[in-house]
């Protein structure tokens, strides 16, 4: 809008500044040199919004202004119509919508032909039971990323049986579906609304054995072969395979910018699990020296506030790959307030990060790595757990970005590590980033591939979980 006409796209970024004000939110960070207001309109508040009357009307004023008067900007601030997205679908998968209300929980499937089927769920499946499951594993996982459970006790107690109940009431009911009207690639994208937004979709499973004592899963990662990724909404998963041919347009360079940060210093020891000591330092160790590959890491005590900043400003070249690995304080309440930690103690607010979208050729990253072995939720129990939750890498997925490897909790090192050494070992022999129009593998496929690494090393459900895909 602000390159279409500059005043009026100042004018309606002016007014969501001043309705972020308005709805007693903190809408710009201070400290920040790179934050920008207008990203602001990418993230979703999980807050009620109280503005004025005055400034509501004028918002409204705006939005119409910018529909009537700018030629392709009717839909402008409003949601996609299935209309005009049913055709552009990937045909690699099927998308399953879950639905959490009062009024109905539920499933509904759409398929690559852009079909839709409602898959009622189990009997047992209704708003107040899913929000005492979201209670139940957001309290489990807060005290095992503080070390007040075990990971075995939060195996035994939490994940087991969440996964079970998952499985019966939720996923057994949509696999079953899918093998009536589902043909081709056995793969799924979950986009879940309230209360689904809080649990893990992808492991759900039938129970296992009692004499599975450790929380070793069976044979398969998803029942029925299905793997399993993520997405906010489905506007944020086609809004990739919409943009890549302008991306092919707007790539001026050969040259793939990759940016990398880690609370851990530079080190080259080795893990048990095969990996080197850092997942930074396998990204590093499978780009170093590869032609039009061009890598910036802040590594240790280089990983400050003031040197990601400059990192993360506007400059010649855009960020083609992003990887972070910083301690999280993360807010499930207000997704914006979230950040990472810098070496300094200083915070990077998720906004100060995608302000990359103003770099250079305008365009978000291909890819994201983005893991934490420490991780705080912030603001937990004043939560009814109905409300919606995202994650870091969620938001970067809901943001733009093309396909993100995160952790919904605490992942540790070594865990990260391993998973970095396949991603990257693939996704580098001589091949495109995933997400990419000319990339000849998936990410998913790669990341699937880590995560077999960690199963056949036998490592336990709460180091083998966390990790999860959203997007391409």
Not at 188 to 210: V, Y
Not at 290 to 301: F, I, K, Y
Not at 336 to 344: L, N
Not at 389 to 405: E, K, N, Q, R, Y
Request: hydrophobic residues 40%.
């Amino acid at each position: 809008m602000e390159r279409v006409n500059p005043r009026l796209g100042k004018h309606v970024r002016e007014l969501s500044l001043e309705q972020e004000k308005g709805s007693g939110g903190n809408s710009s960070a201070p400290r920040s040199p790179v934050a920008k207001p207008q990203l602001h309109l990418l993230i979703p508040n999980k807050t009620p919004t109280k503005v004025k009357p005055d400034l509501e009307d004028r918002w409204e004023a705006a939005l119409g202004t910018v529909r009537a008067a700018e030629q392709g900007f009717g839909c402008f601030m409003r949601p996609w119509k299935f209309e005009t997205v049913k055709d552009g679908l990937p045909l690699d998968g099927i998308i399953v919508f879950l639905n959490c209300s009062r009024l109905r929980c539920d499933a509904i499937i759409l398929t690559p032909a852009g079909h839709l089927h409602s898959v009622p769920l189990s009997n047992r499946t209704n708003q107040r039971t899913l929000e005492g499951l979201t209670k139940r594993f957001a309290q489990g996982s807060r005290d095992v990323c503080e070390s007040r459970i075990t990971g075995s006790d939060f195996d035994r107690d939490v994940l087991n049986s969440i996964s079970s109940h998952l499985w019966g009431a939720v996923v057994k009911p949509v696999t079953e579906s899918l093998g009536k009207v589902a043909f081709g690639p056995r793969r799924i994208w979950w986009i879940p609304t309230g209360a689904f937004t809080w649990l893990p979709i992808h492991p759900a499973s039938p129970p296992r054995p009692k004499s599975d004592a450790l929380g070793f899963e069976p044979e398969t990662i998803i029942p029925f072969d299905w793997a399993s990724s993520y997405a906010v909404t489905l506007r944020s998963l086609l809004r990739p395979l919409h943009g890549a041919a302008q991306k092919a347009m707007l790539r001026t360079s050969p040259t793939r910018h990759i940016l990398a940060i880690g609370a851990q210093p530079a080190r080259r020891t080795t893990s048990l699990l095969g990996g080197l000591g850092t997942s930074v330092q396998c990204l590093k160790n499978h780009v170093t020296g590869m032609d039009n590959v061009a890598l910036v890491t802040l590594e240790g005590p280089f990983a400050t506030f003031a040197n990601i900043c400059r990192a993360l400003k506007p400059s010649e070249h855009s960020v083609d790959m992003l990887h972070i690995s910083l301690p999280i304080q993360l807010n499930p309440i207000r997704t914006p307030d979230s950040a990472w930690v810098g070496a300094d103690g200083g915070r990077i607010r998720l906004a100060d990060v995608l302000t990359i979208t103003t770099s250079g050729r305008d365009t978000m990253p291909e890819f994201a790595f983005v893991t934490s072995s420490s991780l705080q939720m912030e603001g937990l129990d004043n939560n009814s757990g109905g409300g919606e939750f995202l994650t870091m890498a969620g938001a970067m997925h809901f943001s733009g970005v093309g396909s993100v490897v995160g952790a919904l909790w605490n992942a540790a090192t070594e865990d990260s590590a391993a998973i970095a050494k396949r991603v990257y070992g693939r996704m580098f022999p001589g091949r495109a980033p995933p997400g990419t129009a000319d990339g000849d593998e998936k990410c998913l496929d790669v990341f699937l591939d880590g995560i077999e690494g960690l199963r056949k090393a036998r490592v336990p459900l709460h180091r083998t979980l966390p990790f999860v895909h959203y997007g391409l």
